[in-house]
Structures are given as structure tokens and as C-alpha cells.
């Protein structure tokens, strides 16, 4: 009688372990109970309980937002994989970059890869070479070899010469043009007529040669304010364009006898650095550390007070130069600055871990987190930071406008100082607003602040972007924001765009909402122009025709800019 009741025991024990199964909260939960269980059972049962039955995989995906190089955003879903989720970026050669939701993209000219691996689910996307570069009023886009321009004719929108070709390895933007290096190491460049080049022998033609040397096997191309500055195959150094003069109102060449490169300079600068300029001057790092200047002395041409001394990075505002030595020590030198540098309070800069500049003055972030202003006090309100002075601890990062700074705190609140006629009341207005910041933005007259939550506030000229109240209501789930001098748009997580500022200047995008869906991508001109770029591949422009708010030039020629790779 007893062998006959014990097959139904395990029944009513597996309706059991069943029923607990069932009222689990969560597929967390039911795995671990049935792997529990699974331990303990005969075989007879192994299979009515499912503990043979192989586990589904999580489904796991991944999008990434934002513009090749600036800050990208991923967006990972994992299903129903309770782990957290293994994020590891890398580019084209397979080297580690990050292992965070964001990145900092500082290889955009190449492919970037994103995986996520949650559980036995895992994921990969692949972003394309970035394609887009912008000048101060015009775009340009390089797709399998060819360029395709709009914006100002005058300042690099438009040149048919370079546009009939298909054999340019990269672009290079200055503020007024465009550079395109092609594939046989050769150049031409577009915009004003100092530096517009259709044959590289064009260069050193006539009265008043361009280029302080032949512009033929080229490796390299950096841009200065209306310059181009190359470094060619055997390490050599030339360079076309012109320089302005604050004192005579005009524009020089790179080679003036007076305020342009000495031959001894262009020999210095074999395989230089890095390049910066003022409004008048330019400054090159060369490849010992060493500073190369030029251009009008009050402006920074003349760098005798550096000397010899080994430089880091070296940043260019209206009148002065800004460097950082190889010992976290800061120089300057300029209408302004001395060198060392010291701050408002009297102290010398050292250990600098960073460091930003306004148009007039700057501000740095030692070692230990403390930021400090620096600059004319005489003349520059924003190079005093005395009055936030208690404040300015434990800083993240600064922002800076025309005129004055923000600092983000590590605690996400922020601090803002210089400016006050145009800044202080608005920012005191929304200073109690100002908490869980993750990230700050800002134009020439307005910043903004975008929170952990997704929110949004801002402050400064309200129709430079400082007042974004009339568009509060759709400023939620924001992850990233793109500025011109004029106006804001904020990308948010549906892909969908919301823009505010001056109207004319890409403050107001309701002409284009409707095609402004699955947007991935957002760049700017500095004049006034948005090109915003979708997850298939379709681009959508707003703002002043002028600035590049108006592609129908290439309508019909370009049919896509693709955000991931093909």
C-alpha cells in the first residue's frame, strides 16, 4: 500500500515548487529557486521542472548618442538580465578607450566600437568615421573621397574645384574655410583668398607668396584662425594663410617680413605640436616643447619671456597666451599676462591639472581640485574669483562665455562668477535649480546646465539661449545639448530635438520637428546653423542659410551622412 501513494508525493511536490515559482516577483528570483530545487531532484523529474531546458539568452542592445568628437552617450537595454551590464569601448585598431556609459571621443577621425555584455547576452555597434566638419558659417561632409559643402560661399560653402574630385583623405576647418588633404599628399583649401589653393604650385606664385614654402607631400594639417599649418613627410614645416593686425586693420601673410615666421622659426618647428592663436598672433608648440610666436607683440607674437621653457598645451584668448609647462606650472604672455602667472589672489599657479579661458582671462583646476581666476584684474571683472573664492573647492569642470565662468561642482552644484550686468541676476534667479548637475554647456552669452535627471536650466542673455522657459515643458530626458554663439538645441533620448535662443540663428527649429525624429547627432556653426544627423543616416538642417542652416545645395548629391558604420 505504501509503494502504491509514493509516486504521487513528488507530483504534489512539484505543483508545490510550481506554485512558489509562479509568485515569484521576478525571473531573478524563479531562476535561483528552480536551480535550487533542480539540485535535489532524481532524474525521473529533471525534465518536468525544466532543469535540462537551456536558459534563454538576455537580448541585449545597445544606441549611442551624441556628435564624433565630442562626448557620446550609450544607451544600453538588457532585457531581463538582473546583472549589471560590462560596457567596454574600443577603436579601429582594437585599443581600450573606456568602460563608462560616456566617452570623451578623442579619435573621431576612425571607426569607434561599443560592446555590452550582460550575462551570457552580449552586444556590439560600431560608429562611423566621423564625416562632418564645420567652419564659422559653412559645413562640410567627406564621403568616399568627395566633399560636400553649404553655408557662405565666402567662407568655405561652396568651391567647385574641390568638389569635382574624389580623392581627399580628410578635411581640415578653419574658422573662415575648409583644407582638404588629399590622397596623393598634396592640398587644396577654399574660403577667403588667403588661403584658397586649387594647385599646390599656386601657393608660392606671384607678388605675394602664400605659403612660406612648397604645399607638396604633406602628412599632416592643423588649422589656425584664417592659417594652415602642415608638417610634411620628411618632418619639414610649412605653412599659408595670413594673420590680422589689431594696429593696422588689415591681414598680413604668414611670412610678412615684420610680424610673420622667420626662417629660423619654420626651421624650429620640424614635427611641431599643437597651434593657438589671439586675434592677431599665432603660437606653435614645437616638437622639444619649445613655443614658436609670432604676429603683433601686444597680442601674444612675441613669447621672449618663455624662453626656453617645455611646454604642455599652450591656449590663445583675444590679446594673450596661456600656457601650461611640462610641471603643472601656468606662463602667459600677451597684452596682459606675465609670466609665471598669478592669480587674483596673489598666488602663483602651480600644479595645474587644467585650465579654460574666457575672451580676457582664465580660470585653472589644481591638483587638489581648487579653482582659481586669473588675468588683468584691472580691466577684467571675470579674473577675480575672490568672491566665490570659499566656493570654488572640489571642482569638476569649467565653462566659460565671452566674459565670464561656471564651475561644476563634484557635488553637481555649480558656481558661477564674472559678467555681473549681463549674468548675475538670471543666475541668481535659478542658483537654487542648480543641484545634480552632470554636465555644463555654454555660447558667448548663456549657459546652460544639463541634471542627472535629464532636466535643464540656464541662464544669461535670455535670447542668446539664457532663458529657456518658453520650451521647459519638452527639456526632460535630455542627454546632450549643442551650442552656437546664438542658440541651444538639446538632444533627448527618443531622438527627438527642442531649440531655443535667437530665432533666426537656430533657436527655433518648428519648420523641420516633424523629420527631427531618431536623431543621433547635432553639430553646430559658430554663426548660426544646426545639422542634425538620424540613426539611418538622414540629416535634417535649421537656422540661418547663411551659417549652414540650409542644405538644399546638396540636395539630391548627398543622400546620407551615416552615424553607425555601414
Known amino acids: 500500500m505504501r509503494l502504491r501513494h509514493w509516486p504521487a508525493r ?100 576612425s571607426k569607434l566600437t561599443i560592446s555590452a555584455t550582460c550575462g551570457t547576452g552580449s552586444a556590439t555597434q560600431t560608429l562611423a568615421a566621423n564625416s562632418v566638419s564645420t567652419a564659422g558659417a559653412a ?65 608660392t606664385s606671384g607678388q605675394t607668396p602664400k ?36 594696429t593696422q586693420d588689415d591681414y598680413f601673410p604668414l611670412n610678412h617680413s615684420q610680424l610673420g615666421l622667420t626662417a629660423e622659426q619654420i626651421t624650429a618647428l620640424s614635427n611641431f605640436r599643437s597651434v593657438a592663436y589671439t586675434e592677431s598672433a599665432y603660437a606653435l608648440i614645437a616638437a622639444d616643447g619649445t613655443v614658436q610666436s609670432f604676429g603683433e607683440a601686444d597680442s601674444g607674437g612675441n613669447s621672449y619671456k618663455i624662453g626656453s621653457q617645455k611646454l604642455r598645451r599652450v591656449a590663445g584668448n583675444r590679446y594673450d597666451f596661456v600656457a601650461q609647462t611640462e610641471d603643472g606650472n601656468m606662463v602667459g604672455w600677451g597684452s596682459g599676462y606675465s609670466s609665471p602667472l598669478y592669480t587674483s589672489s596673489g598666488t602663483q599657479l602651480s600644479n595645474v591639472s ?69 549674468m548675475q541676476a538670471s543666475f541668481d534667479a535659478v542658483k537654487s535649480k542648480l543641484t545634480q548637475v552632470i554636465r555644463l554647456f555654454a555660447n558667448d552669452q548663456a549657459f546652460v546646465a544639463l541634471k542627472s535627471d535629464g532636466t535643464v536650466v540656464s541662464w544669461g542673455d535670455a535670447e542668446k539661449g539664457g532663458d529657456s522657459s518658453a520650451v521647459s515643458a519638452d527639456l526632460n530626458n535630455v542627454l546632450t545639448i549643442t551650442g552656437n554663439q546664438y542658440a541651444f538645441a538639446a538632444l533627448r533620448s527618443d531622438g527627438s530635438v527642442v531649440s531655443w535662443g535667437m530665432q533666426s540663428k537656430g533657436g527655433n527649429s518648428s519648420s523641420v520637428k516633424a523629420r527631427l525624429a531618431n536623431v543621433r547627432a547635432i553639430y553646430g556653426t559658430a554663426f548660426g546653423g544646426f545639422l542634425a544627423v538620424t540613426k539611418s543616416g538622414d540629416y535634417v538642417t535649421w537656422g540661418d542659410a547663411w551659417a549652414g542652416g540650409d542644405s538644399s545645395r546638396v540636395s539630391g548629391k548627398l543622400t546620407a551622412i551615416p552615424y553607425y558604420a555601414q
Open 10 to 109: 513528488p507530483a504534489i511536490a512539484l505543483l508545490t515548487i510550481s506554485a512558489m515559482l509562479g509568485g515569484c516577483g521576478g525571473n531573478g528570483d524563479k531562476d535561483q529557486i528552480r536551480s535550487a530545487v533542480c539540485n535535489r531532484v532524481n532524474d525521473l523529474f529533471a525534465s518536468q521542472m525544466g532543469c535540462n531546458a537551456t536558459p534563454a539568452k538576455p537580448v541585449v542592445s545597445i544606441d549611442v548618442f551624441g556628435a564624433r568628437g565630442q562626448t557620446l552617450i550609450a544607451r544600453v537595454s538588457t532585457g531581463t538580465c538582473t546583472e549589471t551590464p560590462k560596457i567596454a569601448w574600443s577603436n579601429s585598431s582594437g585599443q581600450s578607450l573606456g568602460t563608462d556609459l560616456t566617452l570623451e571621443d578623442s579619435t573621431p577621425d
Open 354 to 422: 587644467s585650465f579654460v579661458l574666457n575672451g580676457y582671462s582664465g580660470a585653472a583646476i589644481d591638483s587638489s581640485a581648487k579653482a582659481q581666476a586669473f588675468g588683468s584684474l584691472a580691466y577684467i571683472e571675470s579674473a577675480d574669483s575672490s568672491a566665490v573664492a570659499a566656493q570654488l573647492s572640489d571642482v569638476k569642470s569649467i565653462v566659460a562665455s565671452e566674459y565670464s565662468f561656471a564651475a561644476l561642482k563634484k557635488d553637481g552644484t555649480v558656481v558661477h562668477w564674472g559678467d555681473s550686468p549681463r
Open 139 to 203: 559645413f562640410a561632409v567627406l564621403q568616399n573621397g568627395k566633399v560636400y559643402l553649404w553655408g557662405s560661399p565666402e567662407w568655405g560653402g561652396a568651391y567647385t574645384p574641390v568638389e569635382s574630385i574624389s580623392n581627399i583623405s580628410k578635411i581640415i576647418a578653419t574658422e573662415r574655410g575648409f583644407a582638404a588633404l588629399l590622397a596623393d599628399n598634396n592640398v587644396m583649401s577654399w574660403g577667403p583668398d588667403a588661403i584658397t589653393i586649387e594647385k599646390p604650385a599656386d601657393a
Open 211 to 246: 605659403a612660406t614654402g612648397a604645399l607638396q607631400n604633406l602628412k599632416d594639417i592643423q588649422s589656425g584662425y584664417n592659417a594652415f599649418f602642415a608638417t610634411r613627410q620628411d618632418g619639414s614645416f610649412v605653412a599659408w594663410g595670413n594673420l590680422y593686425s589689431v
